[in-house]
C-alpha cells in the first residue's frame, strides 16, 4: 500500500511518473537558470574589460582591476577566460559588434573617384570619432596584437575600394594608394581634428586635394580617361612662356 491511502495499481504508477517528470523539469530548469548565471558573469567581465580598455588602456589593465570592476574574484574571470588572448578575443569581438565599421563595398555604388573617396572619408571619420576613445588606447598599448588585425585589414581593404576607379598606374598608382591610406588612417584623422582643430568635413576636403592631380577628366563621349595635371603657381608659369618665346625668336 502507498502512503496516503493509494491502493490501486494505476494510481502510485501515475504518482511515479509524475514524480519522476516534476524531477527532470526541475533539474533542467536548474541546469538552465546556472547556465544563463554564467552567461551572465561571462559578460559582466567583458564588459569591465571593455570599460577599463576604454578608460585606462589595455596596457594598465589588469586581472584585479576586472574582477573587482565585474563583482566577482580573479579564480572567476580565469575559469571564464583561462588567457589573455580568449579575453581580448571576446571583448574585441563585442566592442566592434557593438560598434560596427562602414562596410567599403557599399562605396563601390559610386563610380566616380573622387566622390567615392569624399563619401569614403566621411564615413570613414564618423566611425573615427565614434570610437576615439577606445581605439586611441588600443592603437597606442595593442597596435600589433592578434584581436586587432582585423582592424588593420579593413582600412587596406578600404584602401583597396577607393582606389578601384582611379585611372593611373605605376608609381602614380602607388603614391594615390599611399596617399589615400594615410587619409584613411585614425592617427591622422587625430592629428587634423585634434592638434590642427579642423572639423571633419574640412579634414575630408584637404585629404581629397591630395588627390586632384589624379582627377579624371573626360574628354567628349570616349571612354578614354586623361588626368588633369594642376596648373603650377603664376610665376612658372610666366616662365615657362618666356622661355618657350626665346626658343622660337
Excluded at 15 to 22: A, D, K, L, R, V
Excluded at 142 to 152: G, L, Q, T
Excluded at 163 to 189: D, H, K, N, Q, Y
Excluded at 205 to 223: A, F, K, V
Aim: with cysteine.
Amino acid at each position: 500500500m502507498w502512503a496516503g491511502g493509494y491502493t490501486s495499481r494505476s494510481a502510485p504508477v501515475k504518482f511515479g511518473e509524475t514524480s519522476c517528470i516534476i524531477i527532470v523539469v526541475t533539474r533542467q530548469y536548474k541546469l538552465k537558470r546556472r547556465a544563463e548565471r554564467q552567461d551572465e558573469t561571462r559578460q559582466r567581465i567583458v564588459d569591465a574589460t571593455i570599460e577599463l580598455h576604454q578608460t585606462i588602456g589595455p596596457a594598465a589593465t589588469t586581472i584585479s582591476q576586472i574582477a573587482e570592476r565585474a563583482g566577482v574574484g580573479r579564480v572567476t574571470v580565469y575559469r571564464h577566460f583561462p588567457d589573455e588572448l580568449t579575453l581580448a578575443s571576446a571583448c574585441s569581438g563585442q566592442y566592434f559588434q557593438r560598434n560596427p565599421a562602414p562596410d567599403p563595398d557599399n562605396w563601390r555604388a559610386i563610380d566616380n573617384p573622387g566622390e567615392r573617396l569624399r563619401s569614403g572619408l566621411r564615413d570613414t571619420y564618423a566611425y573615427h570619432r565614434a570610437t576615439e576613445q577606445m581605439m586611441t588606447h588600443v592603437l597606442a598599448d595593442a597596435r600589433e596584437h592578434p584581436v586587432v588585425a582585423p582592424y588593420h585589414q579593413l582600412w587596406r581593404h578600404a584602401t583597396d575600394v577607393l582606389v578601384e576607379p582611379w585611372p593611373v598606374r605605376g608609381r602614380r598608382r602607388t603614391l594615390l594608394r599611399a596617399g589615400i591610406a594615410l587619409a584613411l588612417s585614425f592617427e591622422t584623422w587625430r592629428t587634423l581634428t585634434h592638434e590642427q582643430g579642423l572639423p571633419d568635413h574640412q579634414a575630408v576636403e584637404l585629404m581629397l586635394r591630395l588627390t586632384q592631380t589624379y582627377e579624371p577628366e573626360h574628354r567628349g563621349n570616349s571612354n578614354n580617361d586623361t588626368l588633369r595635371k594642376r596648373p603650377g603657381p603664376p610665376h612658372r608659369q610666366s616662365q615657362a612662356r618666356q622661355t618657350h618665346s626665346g626658343s622660337i625668336s
